[in-house]
């Protein structure tokens, strides 16, 4: 007689012997339903979104709820493209001039646990800044430097002419570490990495060494 069922099938030899390998107790092993497994999986795909559709609601909700949209005489909030949103000017700014105060949450330095962007204030503390600043991005050839203001604000302020519509920069001068991102700031003097022009030769020999690692 011809046996038509799937050799792994829990009635074959293949599936008593799985059975056999899970029995406890001389009890066979509880398998869960198919509408459990079904509702298991959609419950996985409610919670989990891949990078399409992630991106797609993303801009839903920058369209309707502007969580990452801010514009004011001086400077807005849009897309710069590549390296995501950024901070634009709205007006032209002379060398010199204060662009906008940087205000947002003090961090101590001491119990500081890697917050994801902060801007460096004294030597007490960091300040991960609020809408605007928050989305200043980095640049090897930067339009702007920062100051502090006061005790709790950092200010931003031209180093050359900036025409409207021109995305404002800062040199995030970062210490070279192996988790240290590439640099795509387009500059022509572009150092490659996002970190300080004194750490370059540090950060080619870390990328050198994990390089070696992973090979």
Known sequence: MNDSRHKDSPGSAAGCRLNRGWRRNGSLPIFPSRSFLTLLLLKHRMITLDKRRRKKLQAVVDKDYAYR???????????????????????????????????????????????????????????????????????????????????TS????????????TQLTFDYAWEAFDWNPRCRCGARNCRGWVVAEDEVKKMKRLAKNRKKKSS
């Open 154 to 165: 950092l200010g931003v302020v031209a180093i050359c002419n900036i025409e409207a519509e």
């Open 69 to 151: 949209s801010y514009w004011d005489d001086d400077v807005e909030v849009r897309s710069s493209g590549k390296c995501g949103h950024g901070v634009f000017a709205a007006r032209q700014f002379l060398p010199g001039e204060l662009v906008m105060e940087v205000t947002g949450q003090l961090i101590s330095k001491k119990d500081y646990e890697g917050s994801e962007y902060v801007m460096d204030l004294d030597t007490k503390w960091y300040l991960e800044p609020s809408m605007p600043g928050a989305f200043m991005n980095h640049s090897c050839s930067p339009n702007c430097e920062l100051v502090q203001l006061t005790k």
